[in-house]
């Protein structure tokens, strides 16, 4: 942002040349705050934080994987031990399951947003935006 003000200060010669006083001082006023907030960048610190935004963002996103894979693993074995105690349950869900097959839905496309919510709270939870 400072390089963009500044390159439109430099690049409009016409400020100068009016006779404008009061344009003018607003042009150098605006040299010196450029110059003065102006901050030696420290790359190596910045290229640090941008490695380490990816790295985070990636095991971010490896851990949403496993905490959903978990809860899908839990969620089917919890179902496994219900159909396995109340067998005539079994039959109603074994009905209703052929329905949802012939529609061309399954529990995985209801599910699948789950993960990027699952992601998103760990980034929030972490404090990350």
Same mark, same amino acid.
């Given at each position: 942002?400072?390089?963009?003000?500044?390159?439109?200060?430099?690049?409009?010669?016409?400020?100068?040349?009016?006779?404008?006083?009061?344009?003018?001082?607003?042009?150098?006023?605006?040299?010196?705050?450029?110059?003065?907030?102006?901050?030696?960048?420290?790359? /190596?610190?910045? @290229? !640090? %934080?941008?490695?380490?935004?990816? *790295?985070?963002?990636?095991?971010?996103? #490896? &851990?949403?994987?496993?905490?959903?894979?978990?809860?899908?693993?839990?969620?089917?074995?919890?179902?496994?031990?219900?159909?396995?105690?109340?067998?005539?349950?079994?039959?109603?869900?074994?009905?209703?399951?052929?329905?949802?097959?012939?529609?061309?839905? /399954?529990?995985? @496309? !209801? %599910?699948?947003?789950?993960?990027? *919510?699952?992601?998103?709270?760990?980034? #929030? &939870?972490?404090?990350?935006?």
């Amino acid at each position: 942002m400072q390089d963009d003000c500044y390159q439109q200060v430099v690049e409009n010669p016409a400020l100068f040349e009016e006779k404008n006083d009061f344009l003018k001082l607003c042009t150098l006023n605006a040299y010196d705050s450029i110059i003065i907030s102006r901050e030696i960048v420290d790359i /190596s610190e910045y @290229n !640090f %934080l941008k490695v380490f935004e990816e *790295k985070f963002l990636g095991r971010t996103s #490896k &851990l949403a994987r496993v905490i959903y894979n978990l809860l899908l693993i839990l969620l089917f074995w919890g179902l496994y031990k219900v159909l396995i105690k109340y067998p005539n349950i079994q039959e109603a869900v074994g009905d209703f399951g052929l329905i949802v097959g012939l529609a061309g839905v /399954s529990a995985a @496309n !209801f %599910l699948s947003s789950v993960c990027k *919510k699952i992601e998103i709270v760990i980034r #929030k &939870l972490l404090g990350y935006r």
